[in-house]
Each structure stands twice: as C-alpha cells, then as structure tokens.
C-alpha cells in the first residue's frame, strides 16, 4: 500500500471472507505478519495527532 505494509493487514471484501478470514489466523499467521505489523504500528504513530498534523501543515503552508 502507499501508506502501510499490507503484509501486516488482514484483508477481505466482504463479511463472510472476514469471518474466514478470522478463523484461520493463528500463532504462525501473527508470527509470520509480525515484522509487518510492528512496521505498521511505527507507521501509524504519525497519524495519532491529527489536530497537530493539521496545525503543523498550516504552518509549513503560510512560510511558503
């Protein structure tokens, strides 16, 4: 994806494929994800302030 790992996400397009999807994941399935997931998860802090993100964009727009 252009933002995250997709090796770390689950995917499914419909309910009937998640609830498959949901039963098949086990320990190997998170061990195998993990690298992934941890990667996700450092990609994502970025996101958490979304007001500050905002503020930090306005400012980087009105010094141009």
Request: hydrophobic fraction near 35%.
């Amino acid at each position: 994806g252009n933002f995250f790992d997709l090796n770390g996400i689950i995917q499914f397009n419909s309910f009937p494929e998640l609830l498959m999807q949901c039963s098949s994941i086990n320990e190997e399935t998170y061990k195998s994800k993990l690298e992934a997931i941890e990667t996700n998860f450092q990609r994502a802090q970025q996101y958490i302030d979304v007001t500050g993100n905002v503020e930090k964009k306005i400012i980087e727009i009105l010094k141009k």
